[in-house]
């Protein structure tokens, strides 16, 4: 999100040369989420989940660096950018292990779409609660806060379940120095990711055009009938 980026030769994906990616805002979140749950229990493993090239393996170490105790590399050279496809291919590892809690971050910031995580927990027979602002778990159930327009909702569940994170919810730590030294030698498992050819396909990308340049018509009260006549003739907005 901080660079200006280009739209590749095949006219329907990004152009990653040059690119240097992080962790999203919202997974940081749900990262530190989880840590600060194991860190409430006493007890418990927190482990971070990536689909994608070898390039994700720097954004696993990120999180292992605040303190996850392990990473899993799912391996895929392309995801795509159907979220079912992703979906089916973290449910098929996530069911393998019985889970507590799975934290994903409310959306990712390139595609927007906020479906991936409640997409997993139906596909692992999960109940979901998404954009969390506010949590509470203790003795396998749990109480979270959503925000909604113009007030907010409380939902209860038991365990296991899904859940996505807002803003709100927590502030990640920083990693230390020597977090960032162990997470050299923690474990960052690496195995062959499930993809399917998934059931959207994104047939075109084009940036939006360039804004066109401002202009200074006047100053002061005598510019205002100018202003209106432009407003009216060309704008179309009065």
Do not use: H
Request: with cysteine.
């Amino acid at each position: 999100m901080d660079v200006k980026f280009k739209i590749a030769a095949d006219g329907k994906s990004i152009d990653e040369t040059g690119l240097k990616f992080d962790v999203n805002d919202f997974d940081l979140w749900a990262v530190e989420a989880a840590l600060q749950l194991k860190e409430k229990t006493g007890d418990g493993e927190v482990v971070v989940y990536s689909l994608g090239p070898d390039a994700v393996q720097e954004q696993i170490r990120k999180a292992l660096s605040m303190g996850a105790d392990r990473g899993v590399q799912l391996k895929a050279d392309r995801v795509g950018g159907d979220p079912l496809s992703i979906a089916r291919a973290l449910a098929a590892e996530l069911k393998a292990t019985p889970w507590d809690v799975i934290f994903f971050g409310k959306t990712a910031i390139d595609s927007a779409d906020q479906s991936v995580g409640p997409m997993v927990a139906e596909l692992l027979g999960l109940p979901c609660v998404s954009a969390i602002s506010s949590l509470e778990i203790a003795n396998g159930r749990g109480t979270a806060k959503r925000e909604l327009e113009s007030a907010s909702e409380i939902v209860e569940f038991p365990l296991p379940v899904v859940l996505t994170v807002d803003e709100g919810l927590n502030k990640e730590r920083l990693p230390s120095l020597k977090g960032i030294m162990a997470a050299k030698k923690k474990p960052l498992e690496s195995k062959p990711a499930q993809v399917d050819g998934g059931t959207v396909t994104v047939v075109k990308m084009e940036l939006p055009p360039e804004r066109a340049a401002g202009r200074i018509i006047g100053e002061g009260a005598a510019a205002v009938p100018e202003l209106i006549r432009l407003l009216q003739t060309e704008a179309k907005v009065l």
